[in-house]
């Protein structure tokens, strides 16, 4: 029988509690609760439902799978992140994400990277990772970081010299 080879890609979920007070009392972004709302309640149960259909073994989001950052009340992106990865969870989805400008650095190593280190099923030492499957190597970069001369870069360039 042969193995799964299914993945599918997602980005941009922006997925927010709606909880933040600072949307509801005038900020510029105040308009964006009723969407958040909106994609929460309905987008998210139809994205979890079609991926569920398609069997993927994995699903890479590209980055802000969260609303997260640059709110005022800094418990908002750590709660976003449990909440959306366990309802992916609990849907019997895995979702590897890339770190994108919506979620926090510490938030995101502190919960998402052990979840990935899960996943892979060894440990990551950095948010940005790579892994194999059988249709091709996934490097997953921490782009928010990547620059010329680092550790990263040297890092990046043995992967893409090393891909099957």
């Known amino acids: ?10 980005f941009d ?22 969407r958040y709302a909106w994609m929460r309640e309905r987008l998210f149960p139809q994205l979890v ?21 640059h709110r005022p009340d800094n418990s908002i992106p750590g709660r976003e992140l449990r909440e959306v990865f366990s309802r992916f969870q609990e849907a019997g989805l895995r979702v590897l994400n890339a770190r994108g400008t919506h979620e926090p650095l510490a938030e ?3 919960i998402a990277r052990p979840l990935f280190s899960e996943y892979l099923e060894r440990h990551l030492d950095e948010n940005y990772y790579a892994f194999d499957a059988p249709f091709g190597r996934f490097v997953v970069t921490e782009y928010l970081a990547l620059a010329p001369e680092t550790r990263q870069a040297e890092w990046l360039r043995q992967q893409c010299i090393s891909a099957p």
């Open 1 to 10: 029988m042969q193995e799964n080879q299914r993945f599918a890609v997602i």
């Open 49 to 69: 439902k079609e991926l569920r259909e398609h069997r993927p073994k994995f699903c890479m989001c590209t980055g802000d799978i969260i609303e997260g950052g």
């Open 108 to 110: 995101y190593t502190d």
């Open 13 to 34: 979920t922006h997925y927010c509690l709606g909880e933040d007070k600072d949307l509801l009392a005038g900020s510029g972004a105040r308009d964006d609760l009723p």
